[in-house]
């Protein structure tokens, strides 16, 4: 059996690493997880993915106990700004698409719908995060019984015990960190603070022990590599290949800042929000008390010093006392995430930019990959085959659909969105795009594998974007529209009910506070 387990690295990755397998094994493993005190975390990654909902769940930690911990606040889509062009926004929500006759609703808006908004005439949320709402009430509730609440098209019992959407959340990933560490050491997680000097292998190139500074030898079953960009043990150690993405996703750098805002002046979002820029686009994420924000962009278009100055002009006067964090970023996926007795998790397995918030979903997703094919005494060698193609089906998938946001982003004023239209697509979007301009992305024609995405997302993303040419399905102009009409109607009334009902993510974090 596998029964001890070392965990390098302390950061996101680290610590929902090392707190999942206590989970999910409890005592029947040991679990040690090595941080240097020396080198940081990367400090960033505060925007998440609705997926994100069942790691809380599975560790059974309750939003009102971790989220006043950790600043955090609820995300109910990512909104597009001025990926069109200046003044134009768009969101990606986080509720699943309704269909009329078997058609989804946005083909009958493309033929036709109630106004110029696609997002708010065919989604609920797109209204909410217009009006800066919290999905609950103030007394915690997701929706009133019988108040007109109730998610369209669920029935009250089939919606028993779920969120009314499948929001995410946005949270201060060092104040996760530290959250995760009192669960995991609580739960019998050994925490050694040291730097690892080497990674030592035994006569078949397996992974022996890593050796800490001041503690020495470190012995495993199975090292989890989650040291970030460094890759230490994976990619460094054991020389797995790095498969970079840059050439479709040409993004290398960000700086970020940590900006205090006065709440009650600003609100908060229920979003998060990507700004197009002229070399790549700006994060906004509203946590309870500051916001975290940061200029992704492609070196080859900017200097870190431009990145910088435009991201403190974006900010305005708040920014001008706070620091900025220069990030290089490493992306794409090592060509094997799991090799011998070593898994990579987080950053150090693979990354494509921040575009959809896809990082922390990549390492839920790893983790729970690897409890579904962790290995025994025989390391069977189908586990780990299964765990490499499921970790990079995913990268590759979310890879080709943020191309997407670029090669559809109808934005050509400067060199950087020109180019964004010429450069080489992944294998196969091109097929893909050519497809969707006559029939929109369902199961069958997008991105042939598990990325977490559905096909719903990509319509999104091609109708909000707007350079790509989109047409309805001719069935539909043969097809009666009274019940696509009802349906844009009830969505309207809908919203307008709980924009009317609902407090604002303003309200309602401070209310719980209070209580
Ligand atoms: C610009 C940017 C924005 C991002 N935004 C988002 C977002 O909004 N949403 C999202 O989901 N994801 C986002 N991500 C990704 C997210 O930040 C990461 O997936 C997440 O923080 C996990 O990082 P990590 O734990 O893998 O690495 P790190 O945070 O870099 O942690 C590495 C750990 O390894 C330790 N370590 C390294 N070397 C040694 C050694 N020799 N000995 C001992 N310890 C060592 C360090 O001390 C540290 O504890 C973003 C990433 C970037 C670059």
């Known amino acids: 059996m596998i029964r001890k387990v070392v965990v390098v690295g302390g950061g996101t990755a680290g610590w929902m690493t090392a707190s999942y397998l206590k989970a999910a094994f409890g005592d029947r493993i040991s679990v040690t997880l090595v941080e240097s005190g020396k080198i940081g975390t990367i400090g960033v990654g505060e925007a998440t993915f609705s997926d994100i909902r069942h790691f809380f769940e599975f560790l059974d930690l309750k939003e ?9 606040t609820y995300k ?17 929500p986080f509720e699943q698409m309704q269909s009329v006759k078997g058609f989804p609703l946005t083909d009958w808006w493309l033929r036709g719908g109630p106004t110029d908004r696609f997002d708010s005439d065919c989604f609920v949320l797109a209204s909410l995060c217009d009006a800066g709402r919290s999905p609950r009430h103030l007394d915690g509730s997701l929706f009133k019984r019988g108040s007109g609440d109730e998610p369209l098209g669920l029935t009250m019992s089939e919606h028993q015990g779920k969120t009314q959407f499948p929001y995410a959340y946005h949270f201060e990933a060092a104040l996760l960190a530290k959250y995760l560490t009192g669960y995991a050491t609580d739960r019998g997680v050994r925490h050694v603070i040291d730097e690892i000097s080497d990674v030592r292998l035994d006569d078949r190139g397996w992974i022996d022990h890593v050796l800490a500074k001041e503690h020495g030898e470190l012995h495993a079953d199975l090292f989890v590599d989650c040291t970030g960009f460094r890759g230490l043990l994976l990619n460094k150690a054991l020389k797995v ?13 960000a700086v970020a ?43 080859d278009y900017c200097t870190p010093e431009e990145a910088e100055r435009t991201l403190r002009e974006f900010v305005g006067p708040a920014a001008a006392e706070v620091e900025a964090n220069h990030i290089r970023m490493r992306i794409g996926r090592s060509a094997q995430a799991w090799q011998h007795n070593c898994v990579a998790i987080g950053l150090s397995s693979g990354f494509v930019e921040p575009l959809e918030s896809t990082g ?13 094919h962790f290995p025994d005494a025989d390391w069977h060698p189908r586990l780990r085959e299964q765990y490499n193609s499921a970790v990079a089906h995913v990268m590759d998938g979310v890879r080709e659909f943020l191309v997407l946001h670029y090669r559809g982003a109808a934005r050509h ?34 991105f042939p594998h598990y990325h977490g995405l559905a096909p719903y997302s990509y319509m999104c993303v091609l109708i909000g974007t707007g350079a790509i040419a989109l047409r309805p399905s001719p069935a539909l102009s043969l097809t009666d529209d009274t019940a696509a009409r009802k349906r844009f109607a009830e969505i309207r009334d809908k919203a307008r009910h ?10 309602y974090f401070t209310e719980i506070r209070r209580t």
Request: with cysteine; aromatic share 14%.
């Open 76 to 92: 109910l889509a990512v909104r597009f700004q001025d990926w069109r062009g200046p003044g134009h926004h768009f969101y990606h």
């Open 360 to 372: 922390i979903f990549f390492i839920h997703h790893a983790i729970e990959q690897l409890v579904r």
């Open 498 to 507: 709980l924009v009317s009902t609902l407090p604002s993510q303003y309200e």
């Open 64 to 72: 009102e106990d971790w989220m006043p911990a950790c600043n955090a």
């Open 413 to 446: 004023d400067t060199q950087y969105w020109k180019d964004t239209k010429t450069r080489e697509l992944p294998d196969g979007l091109a097929e893909r795009i050519e497809h969707w301009q006559v029939q929109l992305p369902d199961t069958e024609n997008v």
């Open 257 to 299: 800042m940590q900006v205090p805002l006065d709440m009650k002046e600003f609100g908060i979002r229920p979003c998060t929000t990507a700004t197009a820029q002229g070399a790549g686009w700006i994060w906004t994420i509203p946590l309870f008390g500051r916001i975290g924000t940061g200029y992704v962009y492609a070196k």
């Open 241 to 253: 290949p790095f498969v970079s993405y840059q050439d479709t996703l040409p993004n290398d750098s």
